[in-house]
Nanobody, 128 residues
Framework: QVHLVESGGGSVQAGGSLRLSCQAS????????VAWFRQAAGKEREGVAA???????RYEDSIRGQFTISRDNAKNTLYLQMNSLKPLDSAMYYC??????????????????????WGQGTQVTVSS
């Protein structure tokens, strides 16, 4: 059974950093497409970053250079390093997974509807 558990969220001041983790079980993360999403209060869930079938990181334009997605295959864990955080980055952050995304475009990779498996989320709050 596929299971995803996020951790690492918290409260930081603007300009600070956080590293989110997503521990996967029930499947090999390196064989799946995995991604991070976020959802701010009153807003739709949006894709932030993904790792495609080939292991390449892909990013939503607004966070490129600010966030880094990575995957530790030995630990079956996905990470999201977030630097230079701003109040606008405050949201619930979720990791998600699906079995295949070969030849997918960035919009497909960052579409919440594309993913079958979800974690429960971890809250990030950035104060000014």
């Amino acid at each position: 059974q596929v299971h995803l558990v996020e951790s690492g969220g918290g409260s930081v001041q603007a300009g600070g950093s956080l590293r989110l983790s997503c521990q996967a079980s029930g499947f090999r993360a390196r064989l799946y497409c995995v991604a991070w999403f976020r959802q701010a209060a009153g807003k739709e869930r949006e894709g932030v970053a993904a790792v495609d079938n080939y292991g390449f990181p892909r990013y939503e334009d607004s966070i490129r250079g600010q966030f880094t997605i990575s995957r530790d295959n030995a630990k079956n864990t996905l990470y999201l390093q977030m630097n230079s955080l701003k109040p606008l980055d405050s949201a619930m952050y979720y990791c998600a997974a699906r079995q295949s995304c070969e030849h997918w475009t960035l919009p497909q990779l960052l579409n919440p509807a594309s993913y079958s498996y979800w974690g429960q989320g971890t809250q990030v709050t950035v104060s000014s």
